[in-house]
Nanobody, 115 residues
């Protein structure tokens, strides 16, 4: 079992920055990929950024060039640096990890970007 806890969400003005963190705990030997998803009100949950265990990254077109995903394998943590935030980035952001072939999810953290 893997437990994921996100932190770092909040309210920020357009153009500002936030850094999300996600800590994984449990009987963990090796986490494969980790990722951030987001879900805006009335919309489906969508992938934002993904990082493999060797550091390869992938971003959605909507955040490419503005967001940076990173991870600390020793601490089983993943981060999302969000720059040049836009009102359309407003959503609940979820951390996800794939371990033992199974996906795990955090409880989510709210990010609100005011115009």
């Amino acid at each position: 079992q893997v437990q994921l806890v996100e932190s770092g969400g909040g309210l920020v003005q357009a153009g500002g920055s936030l850094r999300l963190s996600c800590a994984a705990s449990g009987s963990i030997l090796h986490i494969d990929s980790m990722a951030w998803y987001r879900q805006a009100p009335g919309k489906l949950r969508r992938s934002v950024a993904r990082i493999t265990d060797i550091g390869s990254t992938d971003y959605s077109d909507s955040v490419k060039g503005r967001f940076i995903i990173s991870r600390d394998n020793a601490k089983n943590m993943v981060f999302l640096q969000m720059n040049s935030l836009k009102p359309e980035d407003t959503a609940v952001y979820y951390c996800s990890a794939r371990y033992g072939g199974n996906p795990y999810w955090g409880q989510g953290t709210q990010v609100t970007v005011s115009s």
